[in-house]
């Protein structure tokens, strides 16, 4: 089947022709599936147009997309989890991206471009999971993971990278005026936030010697989830790639694969109750007391206009992450900050159309 490529495509093939990806028509044999790997924060008003372009372009066109959104700066409630990162690559400017390891590092309007090349081509390897078990009362996600040589890959060091995303995150994020809106919105929704990076930056090495067609590596993979991912919204994402330098441009993803960990099968007694997106549910925040952010976790059964606000003892209402915010069904996660409130009881509602709810917490500083 011919293909018709833009001259845009053409430097792309370039990047990729130099970095090992061989650009035989994979639609026989397996889709490769491309990688955005990409800087953000919730003060960056720039950013909800890169969350648009995901959003609207990329995930419709191409939705086995992995898609790590990297937070940076130490005011973002999320940066910790991202920092390495985020030096490893050389990020600066924001919201920019890095597609496959090769593109370097992109603005937001290069990103469909860049994914719709690399979206086409044979990838190095596939990636299969057996035996996935997610045990409640540990927190362990385990999984033997299988790498297939889906062409002779020559001599390098291969590794494999796992990270931890986390969607339904509710927290106010600012807003310029090109991306529709002027100002901080309470009622935003991030989604693919780097929660986890294990053994960031680079991962653990898979093999150095030449990889030929059919050839089979295995791993063991097992992550304890960080007290601070709710797992219902929780995905592993595993990148499988050549080593090299720079990290943004020298190393050639070979495939990836992203799984939420519903995928996985169940043991174990958590010690924690775990929402349900089939019922209404407000959970005590964790941590309680706390200083200065804790995290509210609600489920919600069928699309809602829904409001989240606090209030402080005397019933002066505080915050408000939703204010009649329309969502879809499923399990949300509010990351409150309390850092310019004092120290004080302070209470927090949830309410929907057939639902109310309110639960105590305490700020301590």
């Known amino acids: ?35 955005l790997e990409y800087c953000t924060g919730t003060w960056c008003g720039y950013c909800p147009c890169a969350h648009q372009i995901i959003n609207q372009a990329i995930l419709p066109s191409y939705p086995n997309t992995v898609i790590i ?17 985020i030096s490893t690559f050389g990020f600066s400017g924001y919201p920019t991206g890095i597609i496959g390891r090769t593109s370097g590092i992109q603005s937001r309007s290069a990103w469909f471009s860049f994914i719709s090349a690399q979206a ?11 035996n996935k078990v997610y045990n409640a009362g540990t927190r362990e996600l385990s999984a033997t993971v299988n790498i297939t040589a889906l062409q002779d890959l020559p001599a390098g060091q291969y590794n494999i990278y796992y990270v931890i995303t986390e969607d339904h995150l509710v927290y106010p994020q600012n ?48 992550i304890i989830l960080p007290s601070h991912v709710n797992e219902s919204n929780a995905h592993v994402n595993i990148i499988v790639y050549k080593y090299g330098s720079p990290l943004s ?16 099968s169940t043991t174990g007694v958590s010690s924690v109750k775990e929402l349900s997106a089939d019922r209404y549910e407000l959970a005590q925040n964790y941590p309680n007391p706390f200083n200065p952010q804790t995290k509210i976790n609600f489920s ?32 949300y996660s509010a990351e409150f900050d309390g850092s310019k409130l004092p120290s004080g009881v302070y209470f927090y509602t949830l309410t929907s159309k057939n639902f109310t709810e309110t639960k105590k917490m305490i700020l301590v500083k």
């Open 1 to 35: 089947m011919k293909k018709i490529l833009s001259l845009f495509s053409i430097p792309v093939l370039l990047v990729l022709l130099l970095t090992g990806i061989n650009i035989k028509s994979a639609y026989a044999i397996d889709t490769n599936n491309v990688v």
């Open 69 to 85: 959104a990297y937070h940076g700066t130490s005011s973002d409630p999320w940066y910790p989890y991202s920092q390495t990162m």
């Open 120 to 130: 086409t081509y044979q990838p190095g390897v596939k990636i299969v999971l057996q």
């Open 175 to 222: 807003h310029y005026s090109s991306c529709g809106y002027s100002g901080y919105i309470n009622d935003y929704v991030h989604n693919h936030v780097c929660k986890l990076a294990v053994d960031a930056p680079y991962g653990e090495m898979i093999t150095s010697a030449q990889w030929n067609t059919g050839t089979v590596h295995t791993k063991q993979m097992s």
């Open 249 to 264: 441009s020298g190393a050639a993803i070979q495939n990836s694969v992203s799984l939420p960990k519903s995928a996985f």
């Open 300 to 331: 919600i059964p069928k699309a809602d206009f829904v409001s989240l606000k606090f209030y402080d003892i005397r019933g002066k209402e505080v915050a408000s992450y939703l204010n009649n915010y329309y969502l879809t069904p499923g399990v």
